[in-house]
């Protein structure tokens, strides 16, 4: 495996960039990719428009077979929470159904699927998972709670808050089981895991994005779908390939700037030629690990309750109690541990509880991660007596 090189990615030296699981980095070569290819969108634009299906479909083919599925259950969408709405706004719920979720839902689908159930009169459920919860734990939690009236699941694979892999295959079997649907949001699992569709086992519909791990440009994700409810899906606007099947009809957006989805099988190949795939995924679990057990020693952190399920490359330390208890103030202590140590990282919550939700990339060392631990008390004894004043 290559050594990771600052070179391959245009950041900020000047800063430590920690936070990849909420924007990701788009490396160099895949950015000059990009910009060549909307300068030739420039300079002929017919010649773009009329060419552009074409070359969407060619890649979706190369995306899809990343993703290990054929291209025929692959569109590309803006991004996972597009892919939720699509699904949700062409799914019909009966009315006085029943949708589950769980307390780790990523806040912009849980207000998506509240809107299309609220829409249809159906009611949502949302089930309490512990963050110490065994894949088989998390399974009896939904195995109790699945009835007659549930009509879809939607279920993280890895969750954005909490950083939790989920047992989806086995979900996805007690769904079935159980007469309803599962759309499973992979937003976190392109490039984290080697085959996150396949071990979404039988989902109905999948939704990943490929500006986070895979570090395609922003505003790339991939919506799977198979059987024949991939046929009800539609793109959240019509356009000129409505009367195309599931999913060329996805191929054709007018005259939006569809150069990120042009551009990301560059990105997929950048990572497999100068790391290779699995070697990255390792460095970055390992990487994840280490700097868990760093930063849980500089603050004297108990990690039992953050240990089950944990994803690769994304891990959870948890704050002092009272510390970014709620959405607001963990976005007032992530502002003033930048500005104060230098470092971006990602500072979450969850039921009354903060956390550092530590994200690792090939851009990211070790020494990144004892510099955080190095300054992180500091600012957090700050932050307490200011929130004590």
């Known amino acids: 495996m ?32 990009q910009r060549a290819l909307r300068e030739e969108m420039e300079t002929n634009p017919d010649a773009w428009f009329r060419e552009l299906p074409e070359r969407v479909g060619q890649a979706r083919a190369a995306v899809a077979r990343f993703l290990r599925v054929p291209a025929e259950h692959t569109a590309l969408v803006p991004n996972a929470s597009a892919g939720v709405s699509t699904v949700l706004g062409c799914l019909p719920l009966p009315p006085g159904g029943e949708v589950l979720l769980t307390d780790h839902t990523y806040g912009a689908v849980a207000m998506g699927t509240a809107r299309a159930a609220e829409r249809a009169g159906a009611r949502v459920r949302t089930l309490h998972i512990p963050l110490e919860a065994t894949a088989e734990e998390i399974a009896a939690v939904f195995a109790g709670a699945l009835s ?78 198979r059987g024949p409810d991939a046929q009800d899906l539609w793109p959240l606007t019509d356009s000129w390939g409505a009367p195309d099947p599931f999913p060329r009809r996805f191929d054709v957006q007018g005259t939006l700037d569809l150069t990120a989805w042009l551009a990301a099988p560059r990105s997929l190949e950048f990572i497999e030629e100068t790391y290779g795939w699995d070697a990255a995924r390792a460095r970055m679990a390992k990487l994840a690990e280490v700097a868990q057990g760093l930063l849980a020693d500089a603050l004297g952190a108990d990690l039992t309750a953050v240990g089950g399920s944990e994803a690769p490359a994304m891990r959870l330390i ?17 502002r003033r541990i930048a500005a104060d140590t230098g470092v971006e990282t990602a500072i979450t919550s969850w039921d009354g509880r903060g956390f550092l939700r530590l994200s690792a990339h090939l851009y990211n060392t070790v020494s990144d991660y004892e510099r955080l631990a190095e300054h992180l008390p500091g600012v957090l004894r700050a932050q307490e007596a200011s929130d004590g004043s």
Do not use: Y
């Open 2 to 33: 290559t050594t990771p090189s600052s070179s391959h990615w245009t950041l900020d030296p000047s800063v430590v960039h920690l936070n990849h699981g909420s924007f990701g980095a788009v490396p160099r070569t895949v950015q000059e990719v």
């Open 148 to 225: 007659e009236a549930t009509a879809l699941v939607v279920v993280d694979q890895i969750s954005s808050a909490t950083a939790r892999l989920f047992p989806v295959a086995e979900i996805a079997r007690l769904t079935h089981a159980a007469g309803a649907k599962l759309l499973v949001d992979g937003a976190h699992a392109p490039g984290m895991l080697a085959d996150p569709v396949g071990l979404a086992g039988a989902a109905d519909f999948w939704v990943g994005n490929l500006h986070k791990w895979c570090c395609a440009p922003r505003g790339t994700a991939a919506l799977v779908a």
């Open 318 to 334: 948890p704050l002092p109690a009272g510390l970014a208890a709620d959405h607001e103030s963990s976005h007032v202590l992530q």
